[in-house]
């Protein structure tokens, strides 16, 4: 495999383990800080002294993190529970056995049906936290093939700024997984084309100073060998 569509969190940890994986482009892919129906939490500051399910260490841990630290708390206000798997979180979350979580669409989306409340998004919070990488020997010798798949990509992106959800209902339904019964509800992001990650980008200085001061990389760790931002020119 050449390439993936990944997390500025994994991607950091794999890079720093000497796996050289380098992010070439952002992604809008939402992720949600979602409350259970009986939880009594209306908003972010409610979450205090609540239950919330992450996967330690990973992007979902990142956003709740950001989330609590946008209306001043921090992971010592909640009680975190680890449970990796995205539909256990969100089965326990309907049985009332955790208070919150944080969920990719479509889990929120199905969790919204079920009289969940989506509090936050990172969108709203101003964080964009997924990417596209490829390995460094990928780049080193298909990087003219990774340009044209970018053109594809941009391609994509105008399709959907200009075609309705009903355009691609099967795409949704059959690849991606949303249940029929909740295509009408179904926002697409406002995609733009392919853009290139920089030093300078908050949101991955923010995801690499989250990981250092958890020491799970070391402080002297280098984003420009975590980025190549030359292939979506």
């Not at 892919?29 to 239950?51: C, Q, T």
């Not at 208070?99 to 919204?112: E, M, Q, R, S, V």
């Amino acid at each position: 495999m050449d390439g993936t569509v990944t997390d500025y969190t994994s991607a950091a940890l794999v890079n720093a383990a000497g796996f050289k994986l380098k992010l070439t482009s952002k992604c809008q892919a939402p992720f949600y800080i979602v409350a259970g129906s009986e939880s009594g939490v209306n908003n972010l500051s409610e979450l205090k002294g609540k239950k919330i399910a992450v996967s330690q260490n990973t992007v979902i841990d990142f956003c709740v993190d950001m989330a609590l630290q946008s209306v001043g708390l921090n992971q010592n206000d909640v009680q975190k529970i680890e449970v990796n798997k995205i539909p256990l979180r969100l089965e326990m979350m309907r049985n009332n056995k955790i208070d919150a979580t944080g969920l990719p669409n479509p889990f929120a989306l199905i969790a919204k049906n079920d009289n969940c409340k989506l509090i936050a998004s990172m969108d709203s919070l101003g964080y964009t936290v997924t990417g596209m990488g490829f390995t460094e020997k990928a780049i080193e010798n298909k990087s003219e093939n990774i340009k044209k798949m970018y053109a594809a990509y941009n391609d994509g992106a105008e399709y959907l700024r200009t075609h309705s959800i009903e355009d691609i209902r099967d795409i949704l339904t059959k690849d991606l997984g949303f249940p029929q019964a909740l295509i009408e509800q179904v926002e697409i992001p406002a995609y733009t084309e392919a853009k290139p990650l920089t030093i300078s980008d908050s949101d991955l200085q923010a995801v690499i100073k989250w990981l250092a001061d958890r020491k799970l990389i070391d402080n002297s760790f280098n984003i420009n060998e975590l980025i190549d931002s030359n292939l979506t020119k």
